[in-house]
């Protein structure tokens, strides 16, 4: 691996961190604010929310500047979120703006790796970045849990800073610091040699029609990844693993507190578990699986769906942990070599920021979608495990359904995948 990668794994690394230590702070504060619990399902969806509604720009905005310089500033807008919500702004508002640096901070991640790193090295990187974000989620909600936790938290407010009046408060200025951390790596990362795509201009209209014209260009690449007959196969897969993955960080949360009558710190450290399997599972995917035979993994999907259904036939502590390490080693297997297609796919049809922001489009409003559903659904009573249930049935019903999909393509379209295979073994080699 060259060495800049390095520098890129440690940004992520950190900016991470802050992120998933972030949302275990922002569920302690709207607990402890005495807000009902639909609000704190409801952060789930408001981060998606910029990344739905700003997709069609910030793939475009990760092309046009470096994109390290991409990665600094999304930090910056980060910050402003965290500070937003120490100076008592509404908790959900405040983590949109957070989640509009994480949605222009997103294309550029990923988008450096294909400009970097020959297609050979994508599943690898893939799996070394992938394997790294979770980690850094373990560490992040543990972090998280631990600061608003009776002994670190008493630490931090004995500083008395002004302001700073609570355990989750404390947390949050913490994090701050964590994101500057984050800023100074993005700052090292490397200047690649692909060429910056300046986003349109046309002076005589002004600044919004410029904005403007990148909408047809979006909807043109979002178009050209579902009709192509590996892409719409490695993007639905995705799409969903992100949808469901995305919610299930809380749902953990609301079923550990139901199920095993858990607070937030030690509910926290259930959803790192999900993530040390889904690490694994990650790593394990980036060693074995080679570019041209993710399709391969689609079963495993129909596998973990119905797994999240058993988490409703668990109390005890000791079958948790190795369940909840199984289910998360799952998805992590299934998403490396299905995401390391669908960048390939879309740096071939259309670059790499782009394809990357079509990506997170679809996955976010996914999220966002699912999000929704489940905070409603708190909010007019549903339970955890009424929602654990709806959410294993949509997983493999919904990958059975991909599966045929893929079946169908190599049925009546098959000359055509084994040509996007064979370019995949290719350039693989």
Known sequence: MKRGFYTIMSAQFFSSLADNALFVAAVELLRTGGAPEWQSA????MFALFYVVLAPFVGAFADALPKGRVMFISNAIKVIGC?????????????????????????????????LLPASQLVKANGWIEGLTITSIILGVLLGGQLVGPVISGHLLALNVPGVTTAAEAAIG?????????????????????PLVPLRQ????????NALA??????????????????????????????????????????????LGYGTTQASALVGVVAIGTAAGA????????????????????????????????????????????????????????????????????????????????????????????SLSTMWGLSAYGAITGFGLVV????WLIRRWYLYNCRNHGGEVRRL?????HDHH
């Open 202 to 209: 046309d002076p005589s209209k002004g600044r919004v029609t």
């Open 42 to 45: 409801a952060l789930v969806p």
């Open 283 to 374: 790593v394990l995917a980036s060693m074995r699986m080679r570019l041209q035979h993710a399709t391969r993994v689609i079963p495993m999907g129909i596998a973990m769906g119905l797994l999240v259904i058993c988490m409703n036939f668990i109390s005890n502590l000791w079958v948790a942990v190795p369940f909840l390490i199984v289910l998360g080693g799952l998805g992590g297997y299934l998403v490396v070599p299905m995401n390391a297609l669908l960048q390939h796919r879309g740096h071939n049809l259309m670059g790499a920021g782009r394809s990357i922001a079509v990506q997170n489009f679809n996955e976010q409003a996914c999220i966002l979608g699912l999000g929704l559903f489940y």
């Open 396 to 399: 493999a019903f919904t990958m």
């Open 83 to 115: 500070l937003l919500m120490l100076f008592g702004h509404h908790p959900l508002l405040a983590y949109a703006v957070v989640g509009l640096g994480a949605a222009a901070y997103s294309p550029a991640k990923y988008g450096i790796l294909t400009e």
């Open 214 to 259: 990148l909408l047809p260009d979006f909807w043109d690449c979002n178009a050209r990844l579902w009709r192509d007959k590996l892409g719409q196969i490695s993007l639905s897969t995705t799409t969903l693993f992100w949808g469901v993955s995305g919610n299930l960080r809380y749902i953990v949360l609301a079923w550990a507190a139901v199920a």
């Open 174 to 194: 913490v994090l701050v610091f964590i994101y500057a951390l984050a800023s100074i790596f993005n700052l090292r990362i490397p200047r690649t040699s692909a």
């Open 421 to 425: 295979l064979n370019v995949a073994r």
